[in-house]
């Protein structure tokens, strides 16, 4: 069992509590107890030391400052839709957050266990010396300067701590990846609602599926951010202005579908939806507007660089020499110009084409095509 540590949305209260205790803790005198009872003003010294030292390593008062920033100070409202929310949520799917959270609740709880096996031991001598100095200055003038000197130290600490944090967060400019529920921008909307009026090739029910999970969606993408935009693991609400700004140089071509439980399923349950949105330009790679299936739901809207055509590979094309067992080193050429199937592989980088969310297609720039078969 271990204690749990405190939120550093708590961070004020906590450092509060650190400091006025700590100066408190200052003013305890053994005098102030009859001889009897002097054991157990030490023991609570003691536990008094170990709680406040445990106080002060807790997340509350040492975490990461860049959770705390003002999102607006740093974008600024702006935008004619500004301060209207939109979602993200961040995770790193390779960090043990709660391995790293018990390994730092143990460090702090040793931490202050020592601390107050160190205060029980030194009791005697750091009296001897609060003591010695009380007496060289006038009645309760050492116990005042006691307490204000120990507590000011804990409250300069927690101000050096948070310069400190903030000339780390101005250092490093770490970007985090995280998905970001979006209303469907207005021209995606109706390229997919266009897409979906063209006649389906095999069933009308499975186009009216499809229109209904459209209508009942809600709609993520992925974005990269900065840590000084957000630096924890939960989610937090930013405004479209923010969002925009995220968006000036990300590539999107891909937008993730979560359509209600409710609506009716799609037949087949996966599949590439059988008519695609095409958008050919002048000097620009041809691009495709394509919707993903899974399980019979609508998963994610696909825009990007038409795929080369496979050849397919048939049984009358194989070497007529060719039967069980037999071993072909270099591959088995298929076809007339000798693709197929290959022991090793070239593989060759190509440049994709960047797209941005603005520049999606809008419905006027689209033809379609349809797989029939």
């Given at each position: 069992m271990r204690l749990p540590d405190i939120p550093e949305r708590h961070r004020r209260l906590t450092r509060t509590i650190a400091a006025a205790g700590t100066g408190a803790l200052a003013l305890v005198r053994r005098r102030d107890f009859a001889p009897e009872h002097e054991s157990t003003a030490r023991l609570g010294n003691a536990l008094a030391s170990a709680g406040l030292t445990w106080i002060t390593g807790?997340?509350?008062?040492?975490?990461?400052?860049?959770?705390?920033?003002?999102?607006?100070?740093?974008?600024?409202?702006?935008?004619?839709?500004?301060?209207?929310?939109?979602?993200?949520?961040?995770?790193?799917?390779?960090?043990?957050?709660?391995?790293?959270?018990?390994?730092?609740?143990?460090?702090?709880?040793?931490?202050?266990?020592?601390?107050?096996?160190?205060?029980?031991?030194?009791?005697?001598?750091?009296?001897?010396?609060?003591?010695?100095?009380?007496?060289?200055?006038?009645?309760?003038?050492?116990?005042?300067?006691?307490?204000?000197?120990?507590?000011?130290?804990?409250?300069?600490?927690?101000?050096?701590?948070?310069?400190?944090?903030?000339?780390?967060?101005?250092?490093?400019?770490?970007?985090n990846y995280g998905q970001v529920e979006i209303d469907l921008p207005d021209h995606i909307r109706a390229c997919i609602l266009r897409l979906l009026s063209q006649p389906h090739p095999m069933s009308g029910q499975a186009a009216e599926a499809a229109r209904a999970q459209f209508d009942s969606a809600r709609f993520f993408v992925g974005v990269t951010y900065p840590s000084a935009l957000h630096s924890g693991t939960d989610p937090v609400t930013v405004n479209s202005g923010q969002l925009a700004h995220l968006f000036d140089d990300e590539d999107i071509t891909s937008i993730d579908v979560y359509p209600s439980a409710a609506s009716p399923k799609a037949v087949p349950a996966t599949q590439t939806y059988p008519v695609i949105g095409v958008r050919t330009k002048e000097s620009q790679p041809t691009m495709e507007l394509r919707l993903e299936f899974i399980d019979g739901y609508l998963s994610r809207l696909e825009f990007s660089e038409r795929d080369a055509e496979p050849i397919p590979l048939l049984s009358d094309d194989l070497p007529a020499d060719s039967g069980i067992g037999t071993l072909h080193p270099d591959g088995v050429d298929v076809g007339a110009e000798g693709v197929g199937y290959w022991s090793s592989l070239d593989i060759t980088e190509t440049e994709d084409e960047f797209v941005l969310l603005s520049e999606w297609p809008d419905a006027a720039d689209l033809t379609f095509r349809t797989d029939r078969e």
């Amino acid at each position: 069992m271990r204690l749990p540590d405190i939120p550093e949305r708590h961070r004020r209260l906590t450092r509060t509590i650190a400091a006025a205790g700590t100066g408190a803790l200052a003013l305890v005198r053994r005098r102030d107890f009859a001889p009897e009872h002097e054991s157990t003003a030490r023991l609570g010294n003691a536990l008094a030391s170990a709680g406040l030292t445990w106080i002060t390593g807790t997340q509350a008062f040492l975490g990461r400052a860049g959770d705390e920033f003002d999102l607006g100070a740093v974008f600024g409202p702006f935008g004619k839709n500004a301060g209207e929310p939109v979602r993200y949520s961040t995770a790193d799917e390779h960090f043990d957050e709660n391995a790293t959270a018990r390994s730092q609740a143990f460090l702090n709880a040793t931490t202050a266990a020592a601390s107050g096996v160190i205060s029980w031991s030194l009791w005697g001598s750091t009296q001897k010396i609060t003591e010695a100095i009380d007496a060289r200055l006038p009645a309760g003038m050492g116990r005042g300067l006691s307490a204000v000197a120990s507590g000011s130290l804990v409250a300069l600490s927690a101000a050096v701590i948070d310069k400190l944090e903030s000339w780390a967060c101005e250092d490093r400019e770490q970007l985090n990846y995280g998905q970001v529920e979006i209303d469907l921008p207005d021209h995606i909307r109706a390229c997919i609602l266009r897409l979906l009026s063209q006649p389906h090739p095999m069933s009308g029910q499975a186009a009216e599926a499809a229109r209904a999970q459209f209508d009942s969606a809600r709609f993520f993408v992925g974005v990269t951010y900065p840590s000084a935009l957000h630096s924890g693991t939960d989610p937090v609400t930013v405004n479209s202005g923010q969002l925009a700004h995220l968006f000036d140089d990300e590539d999107i071509t891909s937008i993730d579908v979560y359509p209600s439980a409710a609506s009716p399923k799609a037949v087949p349950a996966t599949q590439t939806y059988p008519v695609i949105g095409v958008r050919t330009k002048e000097s620009q790679p041809t691009m495709e507007l394509r919707l993903e299936f899974i399980d019979g739901y609508l998963s994610r809207l696909e825009f990007s660089e038409r795929d080369a055509e496979p050849i397919p590979l048939l049984s009358d094309d194989l070497p007529a020499d060719s039967g069980i067992g037999t071993l072909h080193p270099d591959g088995v050429d298929v076809g007339a110009e000798g693709v197929g199937y290959w022991s090793s592989l070239d593989i060759t980088e190509t440049e994709d084409e960047f797209v941005l969310l603005s520049e999606w297609p809008d419905a006027a720039d689209l033809t379609f095509r349809t797989d029939r078969e």
